[in-house]
């Protein structure tokens, strides 16, 4: 299967203007309020009309009806004024799934993907949505619909600049966001360049059990992430407190921490259910991202991701389904799947006690739960990184491997 995200972009028709709408929504972008309004609608409102024009000529390119919906929006905008908050609900509406093998755009007002603000400001990117064919079988057999695998190949600012590898209906700023399940965007070219820069050349010193996927092709590494990805969407919409059920409790800092957990620890089993080389990579993937590669590259203050590589590198060691040999990695993998069978169990208890208390306790019963495999320090407000996760980072770096990357240039 090629990867798309590699060619020359400028053979295809679409792309100047493509490249002239992103630069026009970069400009609009620096001139945007906290809200998403403008504080320079002449030089916003030359811009949006250049988008206009632009939009026109590409979207045969595209989906006609949802880019002649985004033209729509963005002229409402400016007869309603440039002062004010964008809404973009009608094109949000009108928005459908790409077919596989199909180049898609989006343009939306949307929250900021740093994810510390609420501010919000308008993005486009153009992605190539690209599945292995296992995917139609699992999407098939596990009804879930909603699940795209693409390639990011051009985006705005704010998606480049912070390595945006997946987009749901909850970033977008419309007024009312009746539909959860409209889509969910995997960037899964942003993932396989994360591997390649940094997950493989820290698991060449840090793990010493051999991995399939440390010999993998980038289209088996592509393919074995989407798979992964897929699986682990689908598990958000299950449980007892689904995610799209129980959202603003489990976006905070230490909620999206319990549902990654509880998420990923039921995906693992799924995928090792299979008993295929590519889901067998999958799986591989999914350990060497949740043991170590977040806690490289994020800091437990801002990322739920690095939390829990902390919780599962922990767990992992004290069940034996790691050890350690001078600081290298070594998996027992009958322990590893008896670990994740344990905390299914568990977390299935945990998610019993939640619906039966009160809404407010919510958030202390799940840091009262981490504190079992966590340490807090600075008055419970931080969580104390571990020895392994310090110790990663100073060899990482010493050897020159970074600890982020800008996985898309336009």
């Known amino acids: 299967m090629a990867l798309l995200h590699k060619a020359d972009l400028s053979q295809y028709t679409w792309h100047k203007d493509v490249t002239n709408i992103i630069q026009s929504v970069n400009t609009i972008r620096k001139k945007q309020r906290k809200d998403g309004s403008t ?4 030089r916003s409102s030359a811009e949006i009309e250049k988008v206009i024009k632009r939009l026109h000529s590409i979207k045969k390119h595209f989906n006609p009806e949802y880019i002649n919906a985004v033209i729509v929006d963005l002229r409402k905008w400016i007869e309603k004024g440039l002062d004010t908050v964008p809404d973009f609900s009608s094109s949000f509406n009108k928005y459908s799934q790409e077919t596989n093998k199909s180049f898609g755009l989006i343009l939306f007002p949307i929250y900021d993907l740093t994810y510390l ?4 400001f308008l993005e486009v990117c153009v ?13 098939e057999n596990m009804d879930h619909k909603v699940f795209q695998g693409t390639e990011l190949l051009m985006a705005t600012d704010g998606i480049t600049h912070n390595n945006v590898f997946t987009l749901f209906p909850e970033n977008i700023a419309i007024e009312k966001l009746k539909d959860q399940k409209k889509f969910a965007f995997f960037f899964i070219s942003n ?17 010493s059990t051999p991995l399939n996927i440390f ?5 088996e590494v592509y393919n074995s992430r989407c798979v992964f990805s897929f699986v682990h969407d689908f598990y958000h919409y299950k449980g007892i407190l689904p995610f799209n059920e129980f959202y603003s409790d489990k976006t905070t800092l230490f909620g999206s921490a319990f549902e990654e957990i509880r998420v990923e620890a039921q995906t693992y089993l799924k995928l090792i259910s299979f008993n295929n080389n590519m889901t067998k990579m999958a799986s591989e993937l999914l350990l060497l991202e949740r043991v170590y590669r977040y806690a490289y590259t994020n800091n437990p203050g801002e990322s739920f991701d690095t939390l829990t590589n902390y919780y599962f590198f922990k767990f992992f060691l004290k069940s034996g389904a790691i050890t350690l040999d001078q600081m290298s990695i070594s998996f027992d993998f009958d ?7 344990s905390i299914v169990s568990e977390l299935d208890q945990l998610e019993k006690k939640i619906l039966c208390s009160p809404g407010e306790q919510f958030q202390g019963i799940i840091k009262n739960w981490l504190k079992n495999y966590l340490i807090f320090e600075k008055d419970d407000k931080e969580v104390k990184p571990i020895l392994f996760a310090e110790w990663l980072i100073e060899r990482g770096q010493s050897l020159g491997i970074p600890r982020s990357i800008v996985t898309v240039k336009n």
């Open 39 to 42: 504080l320079d609608i002449k």
């Open 117 to 120: 603000t609420k501010d919000i």
């Open 127 to 139: 992605y190539y949505r690209n599945e292995p064919p296992i995917i139609d079988y699992l999407r």
């Open 191 to 207: 993932y396989l360049k994360i591997f390649k820069n940094i997950t493989k050349p820290l698991g060449s010193f840090a793990v």
């Open 215 to 219: 010999n993998a092709t980038d289209e």
């Open 335 to 341: 322990k590893v799947k008896s670990s994740f069978v």
